[in-house]
């Protein structure tokens, strides 16, 4: 063939897409008439824009609308095109090519384009009939045919870009998507935590089931699929399953024919492999280490293979920063470069919750390092060009995260010299995103009327009324209208530097906006950092524990260690153990199975300690599961010694063989014991009941003391006896045991659902004052009736040992093994 | 001060897979060098730092890891987890070990003495 052209040189080129093809687009501009050329192309197709396979998939555009070059075009060029013609050899020795089809073609140059293969996971029922990839119009092909013929259910395996679009396409086709995904958020690689998890909300919002830290076990299914397995045992009904959990360079060819072949075909600056005569583009090389799955780094390769093809002298390729945007329409998206943080990385985050946004820039050095965008990517391109350019930013870096169109109307949140940001507002800006008060109107209404408290400005405009998450900026006004006459109405301190939120707005605006999990409080009320520190987080997930029980998934990474492990850290890194003994009470059994416990463990030290029980210090934590296991065995459970939550009940001896014991004091620290363990508190929490006015168990100095006289029971609260020795105060006098169980509720629950994280009952009675418990608990009879009926239900919850589970269970096992033992 | 473990002739060691470790937590390899702490962030950066605490020697595998930092469970220090340097107010340094991530595999780079490499 093509007998008449001999006297140029023959290029072919393998791989009809979109690589090799902009090359050719390239080649021929620079010389048209320098090759005759050969192209071979696996698919049926022309050449087409494979990235729009997305909108095909979702029926936002045709196959015909993102053709790129159509049959006219191969023949107005002189490219000869032999489609379904997969090359399976190259004879380097002969320089030719041989297709499947039995076609040979010799060549003076080669060139590879062959892209990538998605990558199969190696289950199980991976090659039955419905079990699709998404990376070529075959693929969309068999996706739409399977919804059309009345497939309902979908799974896609992987929660990356193309998975995700996947989904959104197959759900706009009427079936319904589950997503499962290996990593805790979807996209991890191009999203952090926070951006994640709001476009997370959003797919569900669609309708498109997202199931995270999940992992593929095998296809189910005869002749043809029928669900997923998951390895957890989850069965997920599934018509149809998309793998998309990754790419591999397509290199198989390129292997065979003994090219140098790591990752992808090694290439040089001018995309030559180790062949001179061949070379290759896409996203089948490998240059400078790096592989590409992504568009834009192709044009620039075609730049240069097509100069070093044509004999142009030109720079060569240096390799590419990419960015990512999502193609599903109605989600703006956008990430580019590294934003996993670092030394001297630096993090300005805003947060709009009234509009759902949420940008994060990390800067390095007074430069970009990289971005996150959601919900407005407006100025994605020029943080990516500042960011490629490795542009200087320290003289706008105040007001960067406004954007490029900063001063022009924008509102939000606080960036890192805020009053500078707010000064520099128009006055249209919208300042209170839910009432729609503008700068002008609020910096108006505080000349005018004369306003000098945020109240004020509350009052008179509406402006922070209501979410509040805008307070911040409100202030900023008042101390920009009123200079040194404003007072910062002794507002209350920030929780951290994370927020300018004090910790009673957070626990109000989590019950008020019904936020449920610590990502969405940290959008919804505006957090400046992208995931919290080790102030915040516990406190949110206390608050949030508190607010939702039994609904709340406790964050554990959120935890200190204490909790997380169960067991408190000592200062050479080993844990003691305290188990529980009911109002101080033991027995032979007990001490038995203690013994044996410090005998095969070699525990160094054993303790009686001030809560009358007994301590177990210098244990290993490896060898914690096997401890409890062992105490397990015996009847004991966890005694929370290391818990914000209830510690220990004291008991005196009482009644039962104490000559002037009025009252059984040791059994009603049982029951109290019994009824209270396991809660989780803004503090940690200590009880005891003493038998008589000598009270022997201390009880006045508890949180929840309670002394026995003849005619019942003496209540006692917000004692301490710690650092700052407080006594309690008198809270009432009941009858009956069922009226101590129910004011201690009663009051446990106030504590919980009011007090602020790490505040104990002393200082926190101090603040709302003994007058508001009394009328909470004393004066309120069915409101201390509801209080105890809240605390009873989130018991329900709280009540599992702890070390059961994980001695037996297996839960959190990572957290006491090492992950390797290496040298 | 800092001590710079991360220097030439290190061999490359397996030591797990990224999901082993949870996100914004942490998880301890046994080494004749002493205990290394593998971070990894909650937007999955891996960090390896040696578990002992400049101040007074805690266990930093076992603190709240927040963005690229962890706090320590003793006293609450804060350490940079890239530099293994105290932050803020605080002086000190715990040292890093270079540590790489290829397809989900963390390889620690180690220079472990000639009898064991
Ligand atoms: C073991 C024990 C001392 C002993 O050997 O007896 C003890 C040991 C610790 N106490 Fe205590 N306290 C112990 C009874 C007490 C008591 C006495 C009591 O409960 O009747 C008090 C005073 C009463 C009170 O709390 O009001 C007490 C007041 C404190 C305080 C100060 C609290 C305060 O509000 O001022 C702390 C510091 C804190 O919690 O922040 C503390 C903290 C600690 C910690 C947890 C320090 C720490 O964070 O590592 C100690 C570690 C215990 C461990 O590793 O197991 N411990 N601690 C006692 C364990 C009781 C138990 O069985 O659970
Ligand atoms: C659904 C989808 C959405 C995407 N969205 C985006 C996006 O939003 N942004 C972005 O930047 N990138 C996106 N991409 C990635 C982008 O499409 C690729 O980076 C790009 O197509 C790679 O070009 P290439 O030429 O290297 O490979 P391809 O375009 O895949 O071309 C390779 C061609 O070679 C053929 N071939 C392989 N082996 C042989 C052989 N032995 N003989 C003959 N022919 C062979 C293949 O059949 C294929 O047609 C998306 C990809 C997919 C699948
Ligand atoms: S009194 Fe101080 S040293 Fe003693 S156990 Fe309590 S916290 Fe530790
Ligand atoms: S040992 Fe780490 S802060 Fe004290």
């Known amino acids: 063939m093509n007998m008449m052209t001999r006297g140029k040189e023959r290029l072919v080129l393998v791989g009809n897409g979109m690589a090799g093809i902009r090359t050719i687009e390239e080649l021929l501009q620079r010389d048209p008439d320098r090759y005759e050329i050969t192209v071979f192309g696996a698919e049926p197709h022309v050449n087409y824009n494979r990235i729009m396979l997305s909108p095909v998939l979702a029926g936002e555009k045709t196959f015909d609308q993102i053709i790129l070059n159509d049959r006219s075009w191969y023949q107005d060029n002189n490219v000869t095109l032999l489609t379904s013609e997969k090359v399976e050899t190259i004879d380097r020795q002969a320089r030719t090519v041989t297709s499947a089809g039995g076609q040979t073609v010799g060549y003076d140059r080669l060139l590879l384009a062959t892209g990538s293969d998605p990558f199969i996971i190696p289950v199980p029922g991976r090659g039955l009939p419905g079990v699709v990839t998404f990376r070529d119009m075959f693929d969309v092909e068999v996706m739409l045919r399977k919804a059309a013929d009345g497939g309902r259910h979908a799974v896609v395996i992987g929660g990356g870009l193309l998975g995700l679009e996947a989904a959104n396409g197959l759900a706009v086709n009427g079936m319904t998507v589950t997503v499962i995904h290996l990593m805790g958020t979807v996209m991890e690689r191009q999203l952090d935590e926070a951006a994640g998890f709001l476009l997370q909300r959003e797919l569900e919002s669609r309708g498109i089931e997202v199931i995270t830290k999940a992992n593929t076990k095998a296809i189910l299914g005869g002749d043809h699929v029928t669900g997923v397995l998951l390895e957890d045992g989850r069965e997920i009904l599934a018509d149809l399953v998309v793998m998309a959990v990754g790419i591999r360079p397509n290199t198989a060819l390129a292997k065979a024919a003994g090219l140098a072949v ?434 022997c168990a201390e009880a006045t100095i508890k949180d ?56 104990r009952t002393a200082p926190w009675v101090e603040r709302v004052g003994l007058d508001y418990v009394k009328k909470r608990i004393v004066e309120d009879d069915e409101g201390r009736r509801a209080l105890n009926a809240r605390f009873q239900f989130s018991q329900v919850f709280s009540q599992t040992d702890p070390w059961e589970e994980r001695a037996s269970g297996g839960v959190d096992a990572h957290e006491f093994a090492p992950l390797a033992k290496v040298g | 001060m800092a001590q710079d473990i991360s220097s030439i002739d290190v061999s490359w060691i397996e030591v797990g897979k990224v999901a082993d470790i949870p996100p914004a937590g942490a998880r301890v390899v046994k080494s004749s060098q002493g205990d290394i702490a593998v971070f990894r962030t909650a937007d999955d950066a891996v960090f ?53 991530v290829e397809d989900g595999v963390i390889l620690l780079g180690l220079k472990l003495p000639a009898a064991a490499a």
């Open chain 1, 262 to 695: 790591e990752r992808g075909v090694v290439v040089d600056d001018h995309m030559v492999t180790s062949d001179p005569a061949i070379l290759a583009v896409g996203e089948c090389v490998q240059h400078r280490g790096a592989t590409y799955g992504l568009v834009a780094p192709l044009w620039e390769m075609a730049r240069s293979c097509a100069d070093h093809l044509a004999g142009v002298a030109g720079a060569g390729y240096a390799g590419s920063v990419t960015s990512t945007k999502l193609k599903v329409t109605g989600i703006d998206l956008f990430s580019a470069g590294d934003f996993s943080g670092g030394k001297d990385h630096e993090d300005i985050v805003f947060r709009d919750a009234a509009r759902g946004v949420y940008k994060r820039i990390v800067l390095k050095d007074d430069r970009i390092a990289g971005a996150v965008l959601y919900g407005d990517t407006r100025d994605g391109t020029w943080y990516f060009q500042m960011l490629r350019e490795a542009a200087d930013v320290s003289g706008f870096r105040d007001t960067l995260i406004f954007g490029q169109g900063f001063g022009h109307g924008l509102g939000g949140a606080v960036p890192a010299n805020p009053k500078a940001a707010v000064a520099a507002l128009s006055d249209t800006a919208e300042i209170c995103g839910c009432n729609g008060v503008c700068k002008g109107a609020i910096t108006k209404a505080i000349a005018e009327k004369g306003l000098t408290t945020l109240d004020d400005v509350r009052a008179h405009t509406k402006a922070s009324a209501s979410c509040g998450s805008c307070t911040g900026l409100v202030e900023q006004l008042l101390e920009l209208s009123l200079g040194d006459g404003y007072q910062a109405a002794a507002a209350a301190k920030p929780m951290c530097k994370c927020t300018h939120h004090p910790h009673d707005d957070v626990r109000r605006l989590i019950v008020a906006g019904q936020l449920k999990s610590i990502p969405e409080v940290m959008q919804a009320l505006e957090w400046r950092t992208p995931n919290g520190c080790h102030s915040c987080r516990p406190a949110l997930n206390y608050y949030l524990l508190a607010a939702w029980p039994g609904e709340y998934q406790d964050d554990y990474q959120s935890r200190f260690v204490n909790e997380r492990v169960h067991a408190n850290i000592q200062k050479d890194g080993t844990y003691s153990v305290v188990p529980r003994m009911w109002g101080g009470l033991t027995s032979s059994k007990e001490l038995r199975a203690i013994a044996d416990v410090v005998d095969k463990f070699e525990i160094p030290t054993v303790k009686v300690t001030g809560g009358q029980r007994i301590d177990l210090f210098g244990v290993r934590k490896e060898d914690l599961p096997a401890v409890w296991k062992d105490l397990n065995a015996a009847g004991m459970v966890s005694g929370h010694a290391y818990a914000k939550g209830l510690r220990t009940v004291k008991t005196c001896v009482g009644s039962e063989w104490c000559r002037f014991g009025t009252q059984d004091s040791t059994g009603m620290g049982v029951k109290l014991e019994r009824m209270t363990w396991g809660t989780w508190t803004p503090h940690k929490v200590k009880l005891a009941v003493s038998g008589c006015p000598r009270n």
């Open chain 1, 704 to 759: 929840f003391g309670v002394v026995a006289v003849d005619s019942g029971w003496e209540l006692y609260v917000a004692g301490n006896g710690g650092m700052k020795v407080r006594e309690c105060d008198f809270l009432a006098k009941v009858e009956t045991e069922e009226q101590v169980l129910e004011y201690c509720g009663a009051f446990l629950q106030l504590y919980r659902e009011e007090a602020r994280y790490l505040d």
């Open chain 2, 48 to 100: 390896a730092v040696r578990d002992r605490c400049p101040h007074a020697g805690g266990p930093l595998s076992q603190g709240i890891v927040h963005d690229a930092r962890v706090t320590c469970p003793l006293h609450n220090w804060v350490i940079d987890l890239a530099s293994g340097a105290a932050t803020g107010p605080d002086e000190g340094c715990a040292g890093t070990y270079p540590v790489r």
